[in-house]
């Protein structure tokens, strides 16, 4: 019952959206959907920590303690984005960048969106997994190009072609997947029901399921960004509006990595050997340090924080590669914090330069002069990224280390360089914009800033006490994927 | 109940499948490209009927019409449409090395038989040898996206590649689920149509369809 609220809401609003969405009053209504699609999701995390996993509709949708931490989160953010891009959006309607055709189109596939990340979370069955999760990209491909520039369009192209063919090998690791399902299984249905092959994945022929992961992990790993799957990233991410860049990095991109972790999961069932997780530490690895060094060859800011997204994709990556409660359990606190950290920091991007008239970070100064609480929270967001404390995110990048350190010390030379570069990368680069003298101009509309600090609150709490019921929440999630 | 004539016939839609891949990657003209690719959703859709009628499995008749009404008359006609809407149905492509393409086509097909050998093996299923074929068709679409530079030929390689996709899914499994292939179904249909508003999108931009224009955003 509750599963049908948290997914019909949103679907709902995207239709009605659909007629109503270039109203005066859309804004409002986007936020009130994502806001009843939060209290559901609210309602459904309640019943699954009274009662515990349950299914629903003939076992095509399915709730266990690590994907309704990752729906709990995913609505909270949809809202808060919802409530952010409702100035910005009004923001950028007065500056002429959209007009009411296109606000119609964003508010829809705004909604849409959400229904297509929550519908990959909750499904059951890895085959609707894989269509909810082209579903997101078809949903934000205009919405990337949703100001009609060469640019905008140039990334939306890239972003389409890339994704859909990273997504079309996923297909095909889902199609071996059922290939080896079928044998244990039976044809049907019911092969391709994520609980089903977890009860038999000690069963599944491990030469096919290889292979599949092989391709899953390409295919889904398309969409989480890893190196060198991640070009469309940071063009998407700099191009299209900046609530579309937040919910991107700040939910997009989990979900994917949600897949790939479920994925694994079968996968270490079938093979006796670590093969799932040595790959997914290779690529996580890579991300990360590549990504570090990219950071400081950066000119637009969005692009910049969209190189921090693949890093700190790259670093949940190869925690959960390494395995193991700590490791998972860090993993998951890293996606909770990044993805509140990150939408935050894009808040306050979105409108720094809506006041500034630019991206490039040269011509962005003294935010702090102009807006004391849009600087203050692009400071200390992005201290909060760059994993210091007391922030959440030092917490998990210290956990992911200590265990690196423990079970893989090669890889811990490697985390540090790359976590050292950003930091000097990033932190030269935000200190000039934040402080200074400015010419920028007041905002047409009050930018919605309370997003920001309680992202940034949450996040800080995180590193200072993390609330008994949540890590008894985090330790199930970890203990079902560690 | 399944018949060598079946099997037979299977391999051969199999084959004219990989001939009708290389053929579009060798191919200069849009319009020839589109009507390959209806080709190809025609032998697919053949080779979908002949696995459901020799197998007996009923959900595969329902893909097969699936496959017909997508892939051999609504998109070839949308892209039809499209291109007259467009007019750039006079626009030939100056590839760059047919040779060496087919040359690299080959290679990843070999490549594409010995990832499949271990798998097919394991398959019971009447098709078993064409998964090759299957994952073949994939790769050179794959290419086709790669090599080529306008918009529209990127796009029949896309929809190729989920051909090929198709194909390895009837060809090792009998296909999936039924609400799997209505949601791929569904997600192909929107991709087009997307794909159909890029188009005029870019046209409206750049004044062309080649993607030659869309390399601005790089790495300094």
């Known amino acids: 019952m509750e599963i049908a609220l948290v997914l019909g809401v949103p679907l709902a609003g995207g239709l009605i959206l659909a007629l109503v969405g270039h109203l005066r009053w859309a804004p409002e209504v986007n936020a009130a959907m994502s806001l009843v699609t939060l209290g559901a999701s609210a309602l459904l995390t309640g019943r699954v920590i009274a009662d515990g996993p349950m299914l629903a509709l003939d076992e095509q949708f399915f709730v266990d303690p690590f994907n309704v931490f990752l729906v709990a989160l995913t609505a909270f953010v949809a809202f808060t984005t919802a409530l952010f891009s409702r100035p910005y959006m009004r923001i950028e309607e007065h500056h002429g960048r959209v007009n009411a055709g296109r606000l119609r189109l964003y508010h829809s596939m705004y909604q849409l969106f959400t229904f297509t990340m929550l519908l990959c979370l909750l499904s059951n069955n890895v085959g609707i997994l894989w269509v909810a999760m082209e579903g997101a990209t078809l949903t934000t491909v205009l919405l990337v190009s949703l100001y009609r520039t060469p640019a905008s369009l140039e990334a939306a192209w890239k972003y389409f072609i890339l994704c859909g063919v990273g997504i079309a090998q996923a297909l095909f690791g889902t199609i071996l997947l059922y290939f080896a399902a079928e044998k244990v299984l039976g044809p049907g249905g019911s092969s391709l029901l994520w609980t089903h092959l977890y009860e038999v994945r000690h069963e599944l022929e491990p030469t096919v399921l290889s292979l599949a992961f092989v391709f899953l992990l390409v295919g889904y790993g398309t969409k989480v960004g890893l190196v060198p799957l991640h070009n469309w990233l940071p063009d998407a991410h700099a191009e299209g509006p900046t609530p579309i860049s937040a919910v991107l990095s700040g939910l997009l991109l989990n979900v994917a990595l949600y897949a790939v972790v479920r994925s694994k999961v079968l996968v270490d069932g079938a093979l006796e050997r670590n093969f799932s997780g040595n790959l997914m530490m290779g690529f996580g690895l890579l991300s990360v340090v590549v990504a570090a060094f990219f950071l400081s060859r950066q000119k637009d800011i969005k692009r910049m924080f969209a190189y921090s997204s693949i890093e700190h994709m790259g670093i949940m990556t190869f925690a959960f590669g390494m395995g193991g409660t700590v490791a998972a359990f860090a993993g998951l606190l890293h996606m909770t914090v990044h993805s509140l950290t990150k939408s935050a920091i894009f808040y306050t991007v979105g409108h720094a330069a809506q006041a500034t008239g630019t991206q490039e970070m040269a011509s962005i100064r003294g935010l702090i002069q102009q807006s004391p609480a849009i600087g203050w929270g692009l400071a200390l967001g992005t201290l909060a990224i760059l994993g210091m404390p007391p922030f959440g995110v030092f917490t998990s990048e210290f956990m992911v280390l200590t265990t690196a350190m423990h079970e893989h010390p090669w890889a811990t030379p490697f985390l540090l360089i790359a976590l050292g570069v950003a930091f000097a990368a990033i932190f030269s680069k935000v200190q000039p914009m934040v402080f200074g003298e400015t010419e920028a101009r007041r905002l047409p509309h009050p930018p919605a800033l309370i997003p920001v600090f309680v992202h940034l609150a949450i996040v800080l709490l995180l590193g200072l006490y993390i609330p008994p019921y949540l890590v008894d929440w985090y330790r199930q999630a970890a203990a079902l994927i560690g | ?220």
């Open chain 2, 1 to 220: 109940m399944a018949t060598p004539f079946s099997t037979q016939l299977v391999n051969l839609l199999a084959a004219f499948l990989l001939l009708l891949a290389f053929a579009m990657l060798a191919q200069r003209r849009v319009l020839t490209l589109i009507k390959m690719f209806a080709w190809q959703g025609a032998a697919l859709a053949a080779s979908t009927l002949i696995v459901a009628w020799s197998t007996g499995q009923h959900h595969l008749y329902f893909s097969a019409a699936l496959t017909l009404a997508l892939k051999v008359i609504f998109i070839p006609w949308a892209l039809h449409r499209l291109i007259d809407r467009l007019n750039v149905r006079w626009d030939i492509e100056t590839l760059i090395n047919i040779p060496a393409t087919m040359l690299i086509g080959i290679g990843l097909v070999i490549f594409a038989f010995a990832l499949a050998t271990p798998i097919a093996q394991m398959a019971s299923t009447l098709t078993r040898s064409t998964l090759g074929i299957a994952l073949a068709v994939v790769l050179l679409s794959f290419l086709m996206m790669i090599v080529r530079r306008k918009a529209v030929p990127q796009v029949i390689g896309f929809l190729s590649m989920e051909n090929g996709l198709f194909f390895a899914a009837t060809s090792a499994t009998y296909g999936m689920p039924l609400v799997v292939e209505l949601g791929i179904a569904l997600d192909v249909l929107v991709g087009t149509f997307i794909f159909g508003i890029f188009f005029f999108h870019i046209r409206e931009q750049f004044d062309s369809l080649d993607i030659r224009h869309m390399e601005k955003l790089k790495e300094d």
